[in-house]
């Protein structure tokens, strides 16, 4: 296959590859003004806090989660001090495939948690906590045991390893643990105590960002399904009881679940025939925690926003030269067309204008325009595009 020269419109690279998030965010003020207040808000408000953020396919909730992630960094100085762990494509929300069932998904969901956060992260918390003389206040043995092994640079990844879930026998003899965390309900009250940890490294808040929640909605298994929102719901009210009754000695906690309207949908439609049958079944006790103000909804592309997007891809791979029109190659009429025919939706107009500027370069376009966008999409048998929810 012949590679494409974009440098014959002044780019360095391919535009439009949707497999990164590092370009700039187009359009979404409404929407990311909501969200990043409503984290705010609910950090304030302490304890452990819920947020739903609804977005069909397509219409960009991966990309918001990773602008999320960066904004509320523990760099940011916009910000209390915050622990930020971001979860790609659904991972932690996912139990492991050898599980029969997800009474193990609270293990699952904290191996994961660790995981992302990273050994040399907890590390430096956990150093920072013994720096403060705080790592003696933490109570639970194996808490006690595991936070300072990952202080102490030779048990650190002993420590790490059994936090993960891939410790063998000798990483319990290092650090001087007796057994493997190997339920749920052991990983979980580690976790509560790691939020006094990071409270005594100087974090006030933790943000947990779960992408992709509608795989919750894919277990098959009603049983499972219930038992992975009562995880949840166990750790909204735990927390908050402990964030209470220790005037705040812990962080808070504010978990975003992003997740498509249609799963979102079906899980309201099953908390109404559950409070029918059974009262609720384990699905409206999590759905009660949810606050009127706890929902952003990412809305429809506006073909402004399209512009917008399409420039700051351009410009972000446009050669050092002659100033070029920021839509360049492109006609407005052009970009207009691909919007519409991509059905407003940023994932798939990404792709059909990336289709369109190579099919461009190869056949000696100097300038892209609505025919022959038109022209070009007739070659490609692209399926019938419709709003997924």
Same mark, same amino acid.
């Given at each position: ?6 440098? @014959? ?12 998030? #590092? ?12 969200? /990043? +207040?409503?984290?705010?808000?609910? !950090? ?76 040399? @992260? ?31 640079? *030779? ?33 979980? @009250? ?13 974090? *006030? ?15 098959? +298994? ?9 995880? !949840? ?26 997740? /498509? ?32 103000? +706890? !929902? ?11 512009? #917008? ?12 030269? @002659? ?67």
């Amino acid at each position: 296959m012949d590679s494409v020269d974009f440098s @014959k419109y002044d780019l360095n690279g391919p535009p439009f590859e949707t497999y990164t998030h #590092e370009y700039e965010m187009a359009g979404r003020v409404k929407e990311w003004k909501a969200l /990043t +207040s409503a984290i705010q808000q609910y !950090f304030e408000r302490g304890g452990c806090q819920f947020i739903i953020l609804l977005g069909p396919y397509g219409q960009g909730k991966s990309y918001t989660v990773q602008r999320v992630y960066k904004k509320f960094s523990e760099e940011s100085k916009e910000f209390p001090p915050t622990l930020v762990v971001s979860t790609i494509k659904g991972a932690p929300l996912r139990a492991m495939e050898a599980e029969a069932a997800s009474s193990q998904f609270g293990l699952d969901l904290m191996r994961r948690i660790f995981q992302n956060i990273g050994k040399d @992260k907890l590390h430096e918390i956990a150093v920072k906590a013994s720096i403060q003389g705080q790592m003696l206040r933490i109570i639970h043995k194996d808490s006690k045991i595991l936070f300072s092994a990952l202080a102490d640079e *030779d048990k650190c990844e002993s420590a790490f390893y059994l936090l993960t879930g891939e410790a063998q026998r000798d990483d319990t003899s290092a650090i001087g643990m007796g057994r493997m965390i190997n339920s749920s309900e052991r990983a979980i @009250k580690i976790f509560y105590d790691f939020l006094y940890l990071i409270k005594y490294a100087k974090y *006030d808040h933790m943000l947990l960002l779960l992408d992709e929640f509608e795989y919750v909605v894919g277990v098959k +298994s009603q049983t499972q399904l219930t038992k992975i929102l009562a995880t !949840f719901r166990s750790m909204f009210d735990d927390i908050g009881d402990i964030y209470g009754k220790t005037g705040g000695a812990i962080a808070s906690l504010v978990i975003v679940f992003a997740i /498509t309207p249609g799963s979102w949908q079906f899980l309201t439609d099953l908390e109404k025939e559950l409070t029918k049958t059974t009262g609720g079944g384990g699905v409206a006790p999590f759905m009660q925690r949810l606050r009127p103000d +706890s !929902f952003v909804n990412l809305e429809i592309f506006s073909v402004d926003d399209t512009k #917008e997007m399409i420039k700051i891809r351009l410009k972000k791979h446009r050669t050092v030269g @002659k100033k070029m029109e920021d839509l360049y190659p492109f006609t407005d009429a052009a970009i207009e067309y691909i919007h519409d025919f991509g059905q407003r939706t940023p994932r798939t107009i990404l792709q059909i204008a990336g289709v369109v500027i190579e099919d461009a370069i190869k056949s000696g376009l100097q300038k892209i325009d609505e025919s022959d966008v038109v022209k070009i999409l007739q070659k490609y048998p692209f399926p019938t595009i419709t709003q997924s929810t």
